[in-house]
Structure formats: C-alpha cells, structure tokens
C-alpha cells in the first residue's frame, strides 16, 4: 500500500508554503481567464467576445438598404447607406478574497491526491483556479442582470426585473413582446410563438447566422416540458418523457441556454449582436496571490485579481425582448 504522507486529522497542523507572487498581463491569463471566460454564455460563444480592450470599443455596423436603382451613363448613388456605432465600456472590477489555509486544505487533498499519494497540482494553483472559477459564476449573472459593480447588463441597469430595469439596459431597443403570465410549461410554447412572430417582423433578423433563442435553465425545462406533454400528453412520437432532448431547437433554430438570465425571459437575437468585451492580453489584467499568514500571526491567504469587463448590442434594434415586465 502507498505511503501517505498527509494526515487529515484535525488534531495536526500543517505548514503550507504559498509563494508571494503577481501574475500581471499575460501571465495572468490562466486565472484571470478562467474569471472572465467561464460563464456559459461566454464559455459556449453564445456572444461575440472582443479581447485586448483598454477601455472602450466602438462598435460600427454598415446598413445598407435598397441598393439598386435605374440604370443610366452617370453614376447614381442610392443614398441608402448608414453606418450605426454602439460604444462598449469596461467596467474595471476587481476580486479580493482571504482563505484560511487549514480551512481549504483538506479540499485541495481530496480533489488533487492520486492513489499513490502524489499531489499533482499545487496549493496556490489550487487557490486561484477555484476563486476564478467562483468569480466566473457571479459574472454569469452580472452579463445579464447587470448592477453594481457590474454595470449595466444585456437585460436590466440593477440586477432588478421590471420595467424601469430593462428600459436602462443593453437591450432596451430591442422590440418588446409582453407576456400575460410567468412562464409555465403550460403556455411556453405560446409565448415562444409570440417571440417568433416578432422576429420574423424584423427584416432579416432570423436569417442572420446563429440567430437563436435565449433563455435561461428554468425557462429551457418549462420547453422541454411542453414537448413532452405535446400530442394528448403524448409528446414526440408519443415518447412522452422518455425521450432524449438534447439539441432542441424551434423551427430549426438554436436554443441558448444562458443560466444568468431572468426567468420569464426569453431573447431572439443572433450571436454575434451581443457583445461581451474584455482586457485580457494587456498589461491591465493581474491575478496575486499574497501570504498573509507570514505577517501578521493569521493563517490566511489573500487572492487578489485585476480585470475589466462590458457588454454591448451591435445593432440595437436586431432582436426582441419578451418578458412579463412591459406594460
């Protein structure tokens, strides 16, 4: 049997050695990525994502409308072109959070110890990936929901879902479909209809690549739901529930499943419309991780992390926004 060189008993102190380092620009991008690129909406490309911003970016989109006009010698422009800009602003955030060393340790030995006893991963690495990987959640929801110190988010300025919220947000312009009720399994499919017929009404829009539906995991089940119950309780093929699910999409188009979103929401708009910006691969990114233990008499370790983040439409008008908050 392998020599365990760790005991877990609580009646043992251990001394774990946490090197003071920063990690800044590049060399921050292990972590700090993990922070900013683990969200689902990001993670899936669920948005377009714009790397390298210091601190804004200026978002052009060329429209241009009936182009033709009569033949003739001279040239005759058809004046129908027009160039809209949408400017996308970081938001400098920051994580600081202090862990007991004692506290986390037993983790870091259930989670990295192999058969033989051997650590693979070290301590420090251990610290930043799972705070990365907590900061990733909390961002999920701030894309969306916005509020400080976020900012302002696809859905809503306050992290609040009404009216007031949504008319300040990222998606304020998109054209607005008003739901009766919450979302239920019972009236899913009517209000995906409705969504639907909106989006055909804007020229264009549901022939843009990656068009889709975006809702988040409540809203997605409530859909899985209706299709099961469909046909006399039925379902496809009258499998009812006892059939596999994975890769629905309605009329043929995607469903993204965005777990920051409201519930009763859901979103039509195409994939590279939305807009998720960062400062990853500058100097401006830092990830540290500092050993306060070896100060001041504490057992803890502090984790400190640099970023900046933003969200922005392209075309503001190239989506709708169904939910129960329009009046």
């Known amino acids: 049997m392998a ?3 760790y005991n877990l008993s609580k009646e043992y102190q251990f001394d774990i050695t946490v090197t003071d380092n920063t990690y800044a620009g590049k060399l921050a991008l292990p972590y700090v990525t ?5 969200p689902d909406t990001v993670a899936k490309g669920y948005v377009r994502t714009i790397d390298g911003l210091n601190s804004k970016a200026v978002i052009s989109n ?6 033709i006009v009569a033949a003739g010698c001279s040239f005759s422009s058809g004046n129908d072109t027009e160039l809209t800009e949408q400017v996308l602003t970081l938001t400098d955030l920051k994580v600081n959070e202090e862990i007991c060393r004692g506290t986390v340790f037993p983790t870091w030995i259930g989670e990295n110890m192999d058969r033989n006893g051997n650590l693979p991963g070290t301590f420090e690495d251990f610290l930043l990936s799972t705070v990365a990987g907590k900061a990733g959640e909390q961002l999920e929801n701030s894309i969306w929901k916005g509020s400080s110190p976020f900012g302002v988010g696809f859905l809503s300025n306050d992290g ?3 009216e007031a919220g949504a008319d300040a947000s990222i998606l304020k312009d998109f054209t607005e479909v008003d739901f009766a009720n919450a979302l239920a399994a019972s009236d899913i499919l009517t209000d995906m209809a409705s969504v639907y017929d909106a989006a055909v009404g804007i020229g264009g829009l549901t022939s843009k690549p990656g068009f889709g539906f975006y809702m988040n995991s409540k809203t997605y089940a409530f859909l899985l739901q209706a299709l099961a119950n469909a046909g006399s309780n039925q379902g496809i093929n009258n499998a009812g529930v006892a059939q596999d699910f994975s890769g629905i999409t309605y009329f043929g188009f995607p469903i993204y499943v965005c777990p920051g979103m409201f519930d009763d929401v859901i979103i039509a708009t195409y994939r590279e419309n939305l807009v998720f910006g960062t400062n990853l691969a ?3 990114t830092e990830a540290r991780v500092i050993p306060t233990y070896q100060y001041d008499g504490s057992d803890n370790v502090r984790i400190v992390m640099n970023f900046a983040v933003g969200v922005q439409c392209a075309v503001a008008t190239d989506g ?4 129960t908050v329009w009046t």
């Not at 993990?34 to 683990?38: F, I, L, Y």
Request: no cysteine; charged share 15%.
């Open 34 to 38: 993990a922070a900013v690129k683990s």
């Open 62 to 67: 060329l429209g241009i409308t009936d182009p």
């Open 160 to 162: 609040t879902q009404d």
């Open 282 to 284: 500058t100097d401006w």
């Open 320 to 323: 709708v926004y169904g939910s």
């Open 3 to 5: 020599n365990n060189n």
